[in-house]
């Protein structure tokens, strides 16, 4: 299958749309949570975004030093960003920002439809935007493999995840996890470091099949997002015991 949008006018259109719609159904979602004074929220929605901002910029050069640092000027290093690595410090950025204003209360359980929502039509962007957007997999022969304009066929890994997230969005909509604030969140990104772990064994290491694509950078055997998903699996799976445990004693 070949697709027939211009790569970068679908990929801008729908991450911009992404935005818009995941910030829609989050404030839809937390419209009846209780919610800090406005100056707390203001400072606490600050921190979450700074970290999430600096945590999909460091993931990004993380995976791509190699070759950044060979690279002259600025430039190279201001392009690029990484999803797994914004939750990541946007999730940081929270709790030091709730530790910071004295919010006890769990703050993430909206944040699952809304991610959901914006990294499905994000990923969407990704799978119809070419081998520039550089999420595209290996080849493949298989009968969904996705002709990404050049000819080959490959597997279509934005459309994997996009599915995978569907279905992580189900599974935490168990009862069990309603019924202990912030255990929704814990395990939403918990799965989706699970399934990142799992795609990127799909993509080509070295971006060797998109000409002028920045080579990932292997540590161990594994790219710096997988390392950040290991990392964040054992991050999220210590929340979610926390927030279980939390809920058990209330």
Known sequence: MMHSLPGTAAHFVLEALAYALGARVY??????????MLPDRVLLLGITVFGALLGRKLLHVA???????????WLPWL???SILGGLLGGTLGAELGKQAIGWRVPTGDPWVPALTMGMIVGRLGCQLSGPWDQT????TTLPWAWDYGDGLGRHPTALYEM???AVLHRLTRQRALAAHPG?????????YCVIRLGVEFLKPPFGAFAPGSLPVALHGGLTAIQWAAIGGMVWFAALLRMRMQAGDRN
């Open 27 to 36: 404030w839809r979602a937390a419209s009846s949570l209780p919610t800090p």
């Open 79 to 81: 392009a690029g960003k």
């Open 136 to 139: 595209y997999g290996i080849p």
């Open 163 to 165: 599915l995978l997230l």
């Open 183 to 191: 255990a929704r969140f814990a395990s939403f990104l918990l799965g």
């Open 63 to 73: 995976e791509h030093f190699e070759i950044l640092r060979t690279q002259a000027g």
